[in-house]
């Protein structure tokens, strides 16, 4: 692997460091959703909110990390790539304390569109800088990553249950919370890689078309990110209100979801290599059809919950893989990735907001059934992640090469992983 003479070149040991650094702020960006997660329910009802009204709200988000993202690559540029992740990533974990504020739903969703367009740049320049490592590393990494992510989700969803158990106001418990994971933030920033741009550089291009054949494979993350965000954000409102839970149990949901995402995101890289790409996501669409079923089906919340674990266990390590998909299903890699990374990313950021309306249209019992039939896609649809299957490549079939990234746009690619 050659790489081109304008690029910065690092050493191992602050390659290393940067793969620690940035796992950290994986982790830290994941503490801030959980941490928001749990804490639905108790927003719901400060703002005064329907099932309804709160699908509309939870829409907010999205607007916001949609009209937001693009931004992040110009960020970076103009301020260098440490620099931007520094900020960004502070903006978010700060943003954190905006939804528990809200009095009305008016408030509640311009909160929302704050806390969308934070999350949607700092989830950018993050993942991009992990892509710039793992070229460095020359292999993967990014599955471990997404583990920290849900290690972090886990933390802080662990910390909104006894939050919720103990009756606290999130005013409180979110105000404490971003203070700490905005310190923590910063001090992970510190070992990120410092890419900067030339001076006389043009800024990225705002947005790219993806490939036909990154909607293909974005079509299958579109399913596993649906199951995430709807779980995440409407498993605790789910056992609160279908099957009258307490409130630390129903926060608990979120806590078993993201449990099982962090597990098996960690053992993800293990388990790709021994039984490759398409068996994991199909077994996995498995896993997650049984949990959804027993989500739909269950007439008590231990039941429930174990469905919720089940969805997370199943759903986890489908976006890496379509992303190495993606990487390898033509001739512009990141081009591809970036519109699969869309694709992926839109899903998640809509599906509270799908399963509110459905749910104030229908039910709450209803919304998760689609959630189990969107499930049941990833058995059907497995298939098409084989040329993101390592198996592949060591059976002798050429994978793409890895091109070194051009100073001018370290986070060129706004959904690179």
């Keep these: 692997m050659t790489k081109d003479s304008t690029v910065p070149v690092f050493g191992t040991e602050q390659i290393r460091r940067a793969r620690y650094a940035v796992a950290a702020v994986f982790a830290v960006h994941g503490a801030v959703t959980g941490s928001f997660a749990t804490r639905v329910p108790w927003i719901q009802d400060h703002a005064s909110v329907s099932a309804g009204q709160l699908g509309l709200a939870l829409a907010f988000p999205a607007i916001g990390a949609s009209l937001a993202m693009p931004l992040a690559g110009s960020v970076s540029h103009r301020f260098g790539a440490r620099t931007a992740l520094r900020g960004l990533l502070a903006l978010w974990t700060l943003a954190l304390i905006l939804p528990a504020l809200a009095p009305n739903l008016l408030t509640l969703c311009l909160a929302l569109f704050v806390y969308g367009a934070t999350a949607g740049m ?31 989700a886990l933390a802080g969803s662990a910390a909104g249950t006894v939050a919720a158990h103990l009756g606290t106001d999130a005013r409180l418990h979110h105000t404490v919370a971003a203070l700490v994971l905005t310190a923590l933030g910063l001090a992970a920033c510190q070992g990120v890689l410092d890419l900067r741009s030339e001076p006389d550089e043009e800024p990225p291009p705002r947005f790219t078309l993806p490939p036909k054949s990154a909607l293909v494979i974005g079509a299958v993350g579109f399913c596993a990110v649906f199951a995430e965000g709807a779980s995440m954000d409407w498993s605790a409102v ?13 926060a608990a949901s979120t806590t078993a979801f993201a449990l099982m995402m962090a ?21 996995g669409g498995v896993l997650a059809t049984v949990g959804g079923l027993l989500v739909v089906l269950s007439n008590g919340p231990v039941l429930a919950l174990c469905g919720f674990g089940l969805l997370g266990l199943g759903v986890a390590v489908v976006v890496p893989l379509a992303f190495a998909a993606a990487g390898r299903s033509g001739t512009n890699p990141s081009r591809a990735i970036a519109g699969v990374a869309t694709i992926t990313y839109t899903s998640g950021l809509i599906a509270p907001s799908a399963i509110g309306s459905l749910a104030e249209a229908t039910s709450l019992l209803v919304s998760f059934g689609l959630v189990t039939v969107l499930a049941f896609g990833l058995v059907l649809g497995a298939g098409v992640l084989r040329a993101g299957d390592r198996k592949v490549a060591e059976a002798g079939v050429p994978l793409p090469p890895v091109t070194q990234p051009q100073p001018q746009s370290p986070t060129r690619s706004a959904t690179d992983g």
Aim: without cysteine.
């Design 122 to 152: 700092s989830d950018v320049a993050m993942n991009a800088l992990g892509v710039e490592v793992e070229n460095r590393l020359d292999r993967s990494i990014m599955s471990g990553l997404h583990g920290m992510w849900s290690v972090g």
């Design 238 to 250: 789910y056992l609160r209100d279908v099957m009258g839970s307490s409130a630390g149990l129903a």
């Design 263 to 283: 597990i098996a995101r960690i053992a993800g890289d293990k388990v790709v290599d021994r039984f490759g790409a398409v068996r994991t996501v199909r077994v």
